[in-house]
């Protein structure tokens, strides 16, 4: 369990680095920071997914939450405005924990109120409790004024005169609110005794990582009712928002199947560690229905399903878990929407056409593929469902498809679109494409060489000789030409990228799939040289660099406007889930003795702090590219997090067997 003590809550700067998520299985989320100030447009209390997994609104931003104690009134809320903190509610707060979700707890004026907050999966819903206790004899009133946002979750909002402040009272326990015609209806479930509609406006909230990050980061908020709890002889007060017509009355319930329900995916822990408990829990959130299939968001707060990151993702937040049935209907799902045969890159937000700008994803997909089968052994599966998609991929790659994707005579994989970033360094501002990477990219020969050795097994395994054969030629020449275009004898490593004769050779982490994964076109002597050569420029406990220190083009810090930052993103930033290729590589050429499993482990000591110190209980996207590499990008990434459960739990990191109680606690 993940904890905080005062010593945290009441240093704001401390407070607001440590983000708390909730999801809901479709898409919709929840999160601030634990003592609830907003920082981002992001941060919202119920963000709503109205064409899941897309269409995310935010409807509920926060609520304004005063106790009042024999008259005297206390704010428990806190805001951030231009040069202020306004109300300070972060000063009454003794405690913050994850148990299994955000529950605060407040000390106020010798009275303890216990907020807690959860979504109800599978629904836009947002349970939100508090109990009372410690209250004596005295008179305890509760205040809740909801500020609502409607509006795109990219987006902010304005006061404005479009808005309707009108509010609906279904009976004395239900209301909702429509502010524009075209957003949902909000309904607000409640056990208050009183309810007041009249409504203002809360202007000039300041998010500070969107000024941070060189955005529009001010916000006014609409308040269109008061809700006014007496817990002075009961001892909880309860608000249900939702995008649906909701009782108050099962609240309790909700919260014991949520509870339960998460017990359950952390039941049968495969070793005994808390980090694999940690993230083994944060997997689920990841995993969300789209249609009746399931897909997996890249990353919150702002990333949707994105092809690349779901398939690189899958064998962590699937297989090592051991839901399997789940990774099946992942896999059939993307092989839907598989066309002129490459995988989509990204879902966009709205629903539209998939956007199919990768060359990698449609690789990675083989290898999501091949761990399904290293897990489970189901080649029937494979075999009736996928494989015909999986040589239909080959033959498109073979013959060409989009942004000039093709096999070249030697057998290796070549792009001729220099103006679309393909491969996964894909920043671009405007027609620049930060990191070009055209031609030859020394990952997609790795992935490419792989996928056909993963066709020739299956093709092997289903009795299709003459596929086998043709995938095991294909195969052996891509290994031979690889070897004489790519190995860099100056560098002892490999080349990045290689376009017509000029070969790239800027020290990138790229290279280390084509030691890392099941499948490699390496011998053991440059496999090794590959390894050393990149623990030496590019390792750090929290991932790779994307680009070597010793480079003029490096950027330590990953900061500023966007133009900063998508310049730096992928040339020195720190990405985490490249620890999982890198363990792999470092076990596979050191072998797994005493020594080498305890410094992996020593590694893994260093890393494990950041769960409790950005989006907590999850990895974030990158760090800073130098020391003390100081997290940045999404606070919860899903490859991130995948990938380092997956390593340490096929590596034999941690223990196995059991499971852990032990709490993470920080003060």
């Known amino acids: 369990m ?9 240093n704001f700067e401390s407070a607001t680095s440590r983000e708390w998520l909730e999801t809901n299985g479709i898409g919709g989320f929840a999160c601030s920071t634990v003592i609830g100030v907003n920082t981002r447009r992001y941060h919202a209390l119920l963000t709503a997914a109205m064409h899941p997994p897309a269409g995310r609104i935010v409807l509920l931003s926060k609520l304004e939450e005063t106790v009042i104690i024999d008259r005297h009134r206390y704010d428990l809320s806190t805001n951030q405005y231009s040069g202020a903190v306004h109300p300070r509610g972060h000063t009454n707060l003794e405690g913050f924990r994850l148990d299994p979700f955000p529950i605060f707890t407040f000390a106020v004026d010798g009275v303890r109120i216990e907020k807690s907050l959860f979504m109800v999966h599978g629904q836009n819903t947002a349970v939100i409790q508090y109990r009372v206790s410690e209250r004596g004899t005295r008179s305890v009133q509760l205040e809740l004024r909801p500020l609502i946002g409607f509006r795109d979750y990219h987006a902010l ?151 690349r990151d779901t398939m690189i993702a899958l064998p962590g937040l699937t297989l090592v878990t051991g839901r399997d049935e789940i990774a099946r209907s992942i896999l059939c799902e993307f092989a839907r929407h598989v066309d002129r045969g490459m995988l989509p890159n990204r879902f966009p937000d709205s629903g539209e056409t998939p956007e199919y700008n990768t060359i990698d994803a449609t690789l990675w997909y083989f290898e999501a593929v091949r761990s399904l089968l290293q897990y489970t052994a189901d080649y029937p599966f494979v075999s009736a469902h996928l494989y015909p998609v999986l040589a239909e991929i080959i033959e498109w790659h073979i013959r060409g498809t989009r942004y000039g994707i093709k096999m070249d005579a030697d057998g290796l994989i070549a792009s001729s679109d220099p103006k679309v970033q393909l491969t996964w360094m894909d920043a671009k501002i405007g027609d620049w494409v930060v990191t070009p990477r055209n031609g030859k990219a020394v990952e997609i020969q790795a992935l490419w060489y792989n996928a056909l050795r993963t066709m020739e097994d299956i093709a092997l395994k289903t009795k299709i000789p003459a596929d086998a054969q043709k995938y095991s030629t294909l195969a052996d020449l891509a290994q031979h030409s690889f070897n004489e275009l790519f190995w860099n004898e100056e560098g002892v490593c490999l080349y990045d990228a290689v376009l017509d004769n000029q070969r790239d050779a800027s020290m990138r982490p790229n290279q280390i799939l084509a030691v890392s994964l099941r499948h490699s076109m390496l011998s053991k002597e440059r496999a090794k040289a590959v390894v050393n050569a990149v623990e030496r420029d590019l390792f750090t406990p929290y991932g790779l660099r994307s680009l070597s220190p010793a480079d003029s083009r490096y950027r330590g810090h990953y900061e500023g406007d966007a133009v900063a930052r998508d310049s730096s993103y992928h040339q020195g930033s720190v990405w985490a889930w490249l620890l999982g290729p890198f363990i792999d590589a470092y076990f596979k050429v050191n072998g797994n003795g005493k020594k080498v499993l305890d410094q992996v482990r020593e590694w893994q000591r260093v890393f494990s702090p950041h769960l409790t110190e950005a989006g907590l209980g999850h990895v974030s996207e990158i760090f800073d590219g130098d020391s003390p590499h100081h997290p940045r990008g999404c606070f919860a990434q899903a490859w991130s997090v995948a990938e380092v459960l997956r390593a340490v739990l096929e590596n034999g990191v941690v223990r196995k067997s059991g499971r852990s109680t032990k709490a993470v606690a920080v003060s």
Request: with cysteine; proline share 5%; net charge negative.
């Open 2 to 10: 993940i904890h905080f003590t005062k010593d945290i809550l009441h």
């Open 157 to 307: 909002t304005h006061e404005n005169e479009a808005l309707d402040r009108s509010v609906h009272v279904h009976h004395e326990k239900l209301a909702s609110v429509r502010p524009y015609p075209d957003n949902p209806r909000l309904y607000f479930a409640h056990d208050a005794e009183e309810l007041s509609p009249k409504g203002y406006w809360y202007r000039n909230f300041e998010y500070a990582l969107e000024r941070e990050r060189g955005l529009d980061s001010v916000e006014d908020l609409f308040n269109p009712m008061t809700l006014r709890f007496d817990v002075s002889a009961r001892e909880s007060a309860t608000l249900i928002a939702s995008t649906e017509v909701v009782d108050v009355a099962p609240a309790d319930v909700l919260c014991r199947q949520e509870v339960d329900r998460r017990a359950l995916i952390v039941a049968d822990l495969p070793a005994e560690d808390e980090l694999v408990r940690i993230l083994t829990a944060a997997a689920e959130q990841y995993i969300v229905n789209r249609g009746d299939q399931k897909t997996v968001i890249a990353g919150y707060p702002w990333f949707t399903d994105w092809g």
